[in-house]
């Protein structure tokens, strides 16, 4: 256990009170992680920053290594040393030894331990508090008095002459305990957001190494595409090496995405610990001006970034299955006879539901053209889009199923699925415009992915004569693919789906049509 003579080693050079959460800078001086950040921060837009204790210089604002060293020392300190001597005071009068003290005069100006606080004054100016080394803090600098006071219209602690003949006389004022009390409960909401934002996001890294540990799925994947290909004729040769390459740069992609994700959290993780730390601290202390004139922290929950919200999961921990399926699948249609492996459902009819198309939009007999035309006088109902769009009769709300759409003779469009309970009018209602439906769209030559009034633009200016869509409504993935001379992958949308969803068209010129029929299969073995 550190010695009487040495305890001021424990001392923050800043705060002068033990260490708490030491860090240490380049010139080796050690503070308080949350010291040393305030006095960072008011360097900020210096040419320098420096060292409180030895002023040495740094272009930069110089990284926080924590003291590992330093910390278990401090622990082993506090856990060992008596209870009385925890704020490492001493008595004012006690010359010959240090001996703890018990309280503080604030008249006195002096720390006082047990047997020279019994022989103390009694009389009302010599107010006692818990044992300070701040003491000129707690009376006022004009009247050199006692704070008893706290004005809430300029948030500052005065005295009763402030109250009585100063410029507060007609302010608002409260008792220290009061006040006190008034910003620890505050502290205490922000404590509790910060907590909950904490376990939000350590909710979310397990959850992203749930995910990663699952990646294993990769391997079966493989050998499932390459069982198929060993079956197939020489000249698909290359098709398999093709998608054999693309799992493995998925895979890639996949751990590289999540590795990133987790370590975004831990860093927010230890970002919320800093600030829970620090507020818990002001809320233990017994000292209501400390607490009182230490910055307003009430807008801390909403500045801190997790905000966890705003690092978002984009389906970065899953394999785009849709692409191998669709690959299968093609070989399913060009090959038959073959034993993939899949098992593929009887196919039905997609048809759109003529109650649901725009006034300017024609429906084919079949029900499987769409076309812009003048308008239909279709009656007015609730159902009915107020835009060139229309949706699928049928619904989804499980397994696996994929179809195409021919877009060939349509220059403008919008293709997707959205949920039943899309809104029918107003922009809101174009399909992508809102969180009910997604799309991929083609507008003056360029293409691009649309959810929720988001754009992702696809980069390569692509031809595109029909739209592969893929469902996966377990998986929550809802893929895009061009079919042309090769099928290419353009995105995918991974969401938690909680309505069935419906294919969605949108023409604004021409006509697109649903090529063939409905396709749906139950696996991979």
């Not at 503080?104 to 047997?115: G, P, Q, T």
């Not at 769009?389 to 060939?408: A, K, L, M, N």
């Not at 754009?455 to 409504?473: Q, T």
């Not at 693919?481 to 023409?507: G, N």
């Amino acid at each position: 256990m550190a010695s009487a003579d040495s305890r001021w080693e424990l001392d923050c050079f800043i705060c002068l009170s033990i260490y708490t959460d030491p860090v240490i800078l380049r010139c080796g001086h050690n503070f308080c992680r949350v010291c040393i950040d305030r006095v960072l921060d008011t360097q900020e837009g210096a040419a320098f920053y420096k060292c409180p204790e030895c002023r040495a210089k740094f272009r930069r604002r110089p990284a926080l290594r924590r003291n590992i060293t330093l910390c278990n020392i401090v622990k082993s300190f506090l856990y060992t040393r008596p209870d009385q001597e925890e704020t490492g005071i001493f008595c004012t009068y006690c010359l010959d030894s240090p001996v703890p003290a018990a309280k503080s005069c604030l008249l006195c100006e002096a720390s006082l331990c047990d047997d020279h606080l019994r022989v103390h004054s009694k009389s009302p100016e010599h107010v006692l508090c818990d044992p300070t080394t701040a003491l000129g803090n707690r009376k006022c600098s004009i009247h050199e008095k006692v704070l008893e006071y706290y004005c809430t219209e300029d948030a500052a602690c005065i005295c009763v002459s402030c109250r009585l003949d100063g410029e507060h006389q007609e302010h608002q004022v409260e008792s220290l305990d009061e006040a006190s009390e008034k910003k620890k409960e505050k502290l205490r909401n922000v404590l509790q957001k910060l907590t909950t934002k904490r376990a939000e996001a350590e909710k979310r890294v397990q959850s992203l190494q749930e995910r990663r540990r699952d990646q294993g799925k990769a391997a079966g994947v493989t050998e499932t595409v390459t069982a198929v290909f060993r079956d197939i004729r020489r000249q698909l040769e290359d098709l398999e090496k093709r998608v054999l390459s693309e799992i493995s740069r998925q895979e890639h992609r996949v751990s590289l995405s999540v590795s990133d994700l987790i370590r975004q959290l831990e860093i927010k993780k230890d970002e919320l610990s800093r600030k829970m730390r620090h507020i818990e601290e002001l809320c233990n202390m017994s000292d209501p001006v400390t607490v009182l004139q230490e910055p307003d922290t009430g807008d801390l929950c909403d500045t801190v970034d997790t905000e966890t919200h705003d690092i978002q999961v984009h389906g970065a921990g899953d394999l785009d299955v849709g692409l191998i399926s669709g690959t299968l699948h093609t070989l399913y249609d060009i090959i038959t006879g073959i034993n993939t492996g899949i098992y593929v459902q009887q196919p039905t009819d997609l048809l759109v539901d003529v109650a649901t198309a725009g006034n300017t939009i024609q429906i084919s007999g079949d029900r499987k053209t769409a076309s812009r035309s003048p308008s239909q006088n279709h009656p007015v109902t609730p159902e009915r889009f107020e835009y060139p769009q229309v949706i699928s009769t049928r619904g989804f709300s499980s397994g696996r199923h994929y179809w195409e759409v021919d877009v060939s003779k349509s220059v403008w469009w919008r293709v997707g699925m959205c949920y039943p309970s899309i809104v029918r009018r107003g922009d809101q209602s174009l399909i992508g415009n809102n969180n009910k439906s997604w799309c991929v769209r083609r507008y003056n030559n360029q293409y691009s992915v649309v959810h929720d009034s988001t754009e992702i633009p696809i980069p390569d200016n692509i031809p595109c004569d029909r739209v592969r869509v893929y469902l996966d409504y377990e998986a929550g993935q809802l893929s895009f693919f061009s079919v042309c001379d090769t099928i290419r992958h353009l995105h995918t949308h991974t969401a938690a789906l909680t309505e069935p969803l419906h294919a969605a068209l949108y023409i604004w010129g021409g006509y697109i049509t649903i090529c063939g029929a409905v396709r749906s299969w139950e696996k991979l073995p």
